[in-house]
C-alpha cells in the first residue's frame, strides 16, 4: 500500500520547502520531493536558490568583494598588502561549503519539523477518490499520495537560441557559479540582476567583462535616477555594458567563444571571449512533472496558471514560486509556500505583492520596494520626491563609501509612502525598513520622525523621508 500524506510539496527550493515546514507546523502529515543531486548523487535541496542561485552567487560576491577592496580600498585605510592573489579552487571550495551547510540545514529543518524527504523526481499519476497519486523516482520507485498537492518546482535558465548550454564554454548561471581559473576576457548577454553580480564577480577578479544588453536603457525596471546613478558606478569600474545591440551569431570553440551582434548605431561587431555567460532571464520549469496526466493548465510562457492565491485550476492542487507568475525572487516564493499552506489549512494567507523587496547585490548595491518615478509619472499620480545622498551621511564616510543615494516617493497629498529605491553600500538591509513602513501604510514623516541611531547608513533613509518635505538636516 502507498504512503498517503495530507499534502505533498514537489520541489525542495525556497518556495517547496518552506510551503513542507508551514504546512507541517499546521499539523499536516507532509512530504517534499526533490531531486536536485550533489556532487556525490545525495540529496541536496533548497533549489536553484541554495544550489546555483542566491546562497552560491552571494558567496562569490562576497569573496570578490574582499579581493577588491585588498587591491584597491585597502592602501585608503593605511593598509599596504602586496602581491594579492586569488585561488579560485579555494574560493569556489569555500562557496560549495558555505552551499553544502544550506542543504544541510533544509535536511535538518525536515527532520525537525517532521517533514518526509524523498529524493527523486516526482511526477503526477492520476488523480484519485483521496486525492493524486505522485510517482517518486529516485534510487527506487514508489507512488505516494496526496490529499493536497502543491508544486514549486522553479525555473531553468533561458538558453540563447542557436547557442545551448554547455556549461564549459557558453554558460548558465551554474558553469558561471565554478569557473575553475579567471577568464581574460568575459562576455556576458544581458545585463539584468545574473548578468550585473556575475559580471562583477569576475570584473573584481580581473576579467576583462563586457555585457550585451538587447534593450536601450540600463535596467529599464528600476528607478531611472537610482539607474543612471548605478550606471556611473559600473562605468567607473570598468564594467562594460553596450545597450541596444541585437545578438547575432554565437560560435564556440575549444579555445573561446565569439558573439557577433550589431551595435545600437546599427553597426556590425564581434566580440571574443574566453568563456560566455547567458543571463537573458529564466523560464518556469514543469519538464517531467507529467502534468498532463491531471489536466494541469500552463499558460503561453510555460508557467503553471494560478489565480492570486495560489489555485491551480485543479482543485487540491496548488502552485508557487518561480513556476507561477510574479516575480522570479526566492522570497516571494517563501512567502507563497507560506501563504498556500495556510490557505490548506483554512487561514487567510496573503502575499503582499506591492511590497516584495528587490536587491541587486552589485557594489554599490541596489534595492527598492514599490512604484518608481517613471510609474508614478505614468499613471498620473500626484506625488513627491526626497533623495538623500550617501555623500553626506557620517557612517558612509567612516566606511569609505558614499557612492550613491536613497530616494523617497510619497503621495503629495497622504504623504504615504509610495515607493523607495536605494543605490550605495549596504541597500540589501536598508531597504527592509522601507518595506516595514509600507506594510503598515507609513507615511514619509513617519520615519522621518523616528529616532534612527548615529552613526549609521540608516539615518540616510531618514534624511531621504525628510527631504520629502524640504527639510533635510546634513545636506
Ligand atoms: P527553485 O529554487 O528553482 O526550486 C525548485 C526545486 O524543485 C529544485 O530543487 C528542483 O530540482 C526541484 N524540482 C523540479 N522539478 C521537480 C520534480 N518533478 N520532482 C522533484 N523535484 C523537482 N532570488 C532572490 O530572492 N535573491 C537572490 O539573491 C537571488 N539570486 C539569484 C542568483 C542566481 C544566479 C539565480 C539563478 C537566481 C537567483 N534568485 C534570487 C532567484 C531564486 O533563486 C528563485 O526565485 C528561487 O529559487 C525560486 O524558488 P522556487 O522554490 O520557486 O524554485
Ligand atoms: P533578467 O530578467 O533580470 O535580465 C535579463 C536581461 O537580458 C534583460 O535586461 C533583457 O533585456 C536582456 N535580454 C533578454 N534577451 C536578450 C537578448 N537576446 N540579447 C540581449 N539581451 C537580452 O534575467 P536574469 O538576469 O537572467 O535573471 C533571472 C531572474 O533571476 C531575475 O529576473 C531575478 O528574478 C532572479 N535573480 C534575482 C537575483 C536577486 O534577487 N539578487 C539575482 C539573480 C537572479
Redesign the pocket.
Known amino acids: 500500500m502507498s504512503q498517503s500524506f495530507d499534502v505533498i510539496v514537489?520541489?525542495?527550493?525556497?518556495?517547496?520547502?518552506?510551503a513542507a515546514i508551514r504546512a507541517a507546523q499546521l499539523g499536516f502529515q507532509v512530504a517534499c520531493?526533490?531531486?536536485?543531486k550533489n556532487a556525490t548523487g545525495g540529496p541536496?535541496?533548497?533549489?536553484?536558490?541554495?544550489?546555483?542561485?542566491?546562497?552560491?552567487?552571494?558567496a562569490l560576491l562576497q569573496s570578490s568583494e574582499h579581493f577588491d577592496q585588498a587591491n584597491h580600498h585597502f592602501a585608503d585605510h593605511g593598509i599596504q598588502v602586496k602581491d594579492v592573489k586569488i585561488d579560485v579552487a579555494k574560493m569556489v571550495g569555500r562557496k560549495d561549503a558555505v552551499v553544502k551547510q544550506n542543504n544541510d540545514g533544509i535536511l535538518y529543518l525536515f527532520k525537525k519539523n517532521k517533514v518526509s524527504f524523498?529524493h527523486?523526481?516526482?511526477?503526477f499519476v492520476k488523480a484519485v477518490e483521496s486525492g493524486f497519486e505522485i510517482q517518486?523516482k529516485g534510487a527506487k520507485e514508489e507512488v505516494i499520495t496526496g490529499r493536497q498537492v502543491i508544486?514549486?518546482?522553479?525555473?531553468?535558465?533561458r538558453a540563447l537560441p542557436g547557442a545551448a548550454f554547455d556549461e564549459d564554454m557558453i554558460l548558465?548561471?551554474?558553469g558561471?557559479?565554478r569557473l575553475g581559473a579567471v577568464p581574460k576576457k568575459l562576455t556576458l548577454i544581458g545585463s539584468g540582476?545574473?548578468g550585473l553580480?556575475?559580471g562583477s564577480v569576475w570584473r573584481r577578479l580581473g576579467a576583462d567583462v563586457t555585457i550585451l544588453e538587447g534593450l536601450p536603457t540600463f535596467l529599464g525596471a528600476v528607478d531611472e535616477q537610482i539607474a543612471k546613478e548605478a550606471k556611473k558606478a559600473f562605468d567607473k569600474q570598468g564594467l562594460k555594458i553596450e545597450l541596444g545591440v541585437k545578438v547575432g551569431e554565437v560560435k564556440a570553440t575549444k579555445k573561446g567563444v565569439s558573439v557577433a551582434y550589431t551595435d545600437a548605431k546599427g553597426e556590425a561587431k564581434k566580440l571574443d571571449g574566453d568563456k560566455l555567460i547567458v543571463?537573458i532571464g529564466?523560464v518556469p520549469?514543469?519538464?517531467?512533472?507529467?502534468a498532463e496526466a491531471i489536466g494541469l493548465k500552463l499558460d503561453e510562457r510555460g508557467a503553471i496558471e494560478v489565480d492570486e492565491a495560489c489555485r491551480t485550476n485543479v482543485k487540491g492542487v496548488w502552485a508557487?514560486?518561480?513556476?507561477?507568475r510574479g516575480?522570479?525572487?526566492?522570497?516571494?516564493?517563501?512567502e507563497?509556500?507560506v501563504a498556500v499552506a495556510e490557505r490548506i489549512a483554512g487561514q487567510h494567507g496573503h502575499v503582499n505583492f506591492n511590497t516584495v523587496p528587490?536587491?541587486i547585490?552589485t557594489s554599490p548595491e541596489i534595492a527598492w520596494v514599490g512604484e518608481t518615478e517613471q510609474q508614478l509619472k505614468a499613471r498620473k499620480a500626484d506625488y513627491k520626491a526626497g533623495t538623500f545622498p550617501f555623500l553626506a551621511n557620517g557612517r558612509a564616510r567612516a566606511l569609505g563609501d558614499t557612492t550613491g543615494m536613497v530616494k523617497f516617493l510619497a503621495d503629495a497629498k497622504t504623504d504615504e509612502i509610495l515607493g523607495v529605491h536605494i543605490v550605495g553600500p549596504m541597500a540589501s538591509e536598508l531597504i527592509a525598513e522601507a518595506v516595514v513602513a509600507m506594510e503598515f501604510k507609513a507615511s514619509a514623516e513617519d520615519i522621518a520622525r523616528i529616532c534612527h541611531a548615529h552613526p549609521s547608513l540608516s539615518e540616510a533613509t531618514k534624511e531621504a523621508a525628510l527631504a520629502v518635505d524640504k527639510r533635510t538636516l546634513n545636506f
Open positions: 514537489i520541489g525542495g527550493g525556497p518556495g517547496g520547502y518552506i520531493i526533490d531531486e536536485w541536496a535541496p533548497g533549489g536553484t536558490c541554495t544550489n546555483v542561485g542566491c546562497i552560491p552567487s552571494k524523498f527523486g523526481r516526482g511526477s517518486v508544486v514549486a518546482t522553479g525555473s531553468n535558465a548558465s548561471n551554474d558561471a557559479l540582476v545574473i553580480e556575475m543571463s529564466r520549469n514543469t519538464i517531467g512533472l507529467n508557487v514560486g518561480d513556476v507561477v516575480p522570479m525572487l526566492a522570497h516571494k516564493a517563501e507563497e509556500g528587490w536587491v547585490y
